[in-house]
């Protein structure tokens, strides 16, 4: 079955940055979309980035753009968000998420669009002031 494990959550101070990775197993990551959603406290789970499954395109919340970078390295089984300028309210879990479709052209960027089971356990990213 699908596998999705985050890392690269941590602390950091505001106009740091971090790298998150979500590794994939149990389906053939190189033909799938990938995307980042974050769920802050008290808030719904809302899209951060989105990549298609070749990596030549991908998408971005607006208050994301220019400050996160989504990539794919599909001999890893792997995608990655790049964020910098981090602010203290970027302080959420963030999520990786794989399209249950194949070769999609863009991949979802709803979080009700990805299957149940498609989703990775998180990892929490603590921005402060």
């Known amino acids: 079955q699908v596998q999705l494990v985050e890392s690269g959550g941590g602390l950091v101070q505001a106009g740091g940055s971090l790298r998150l990775s979500c590794a994939a197993s149990g389906f053939i990551f190189s033909r799938h979309g990938m995307g980042w959603f974050r769920r802050a406290p008290g808030k719904e789970r809302e899209f951060v980035s989105a990549?298609?499954?070749?990596?030549?395109?991908?998408y971005y919340a607006h208050s994301m753009q220019g400050r996160f970078s989504i990539s794919r390295d599909n001999a890893k089984n792997t995608v990655y968000l790049q964020m910098h300028s981090l602010k203290p309210e970027d302080t959420a879990v963030y999520y990786c998420?794989?399209?249950?479709?194949?070769?999609?052209?863009?991949?979802?960027?709803?979080?009700?669009?990805?299957?149940?089971?498609?989703w990775g356990r998180g990892t929490q990213v603590t921005v402060s002031s």
């Open positions: 990549i298609d499954w070749s990596g030549g395109s991908t």
């Open positions: 998420a794989a399209d249950s479709s194949e070769f999609r052209l863009q991949p979802p960027t709803r979080a009700g669009e990805y299957e149940r089971d498609n």
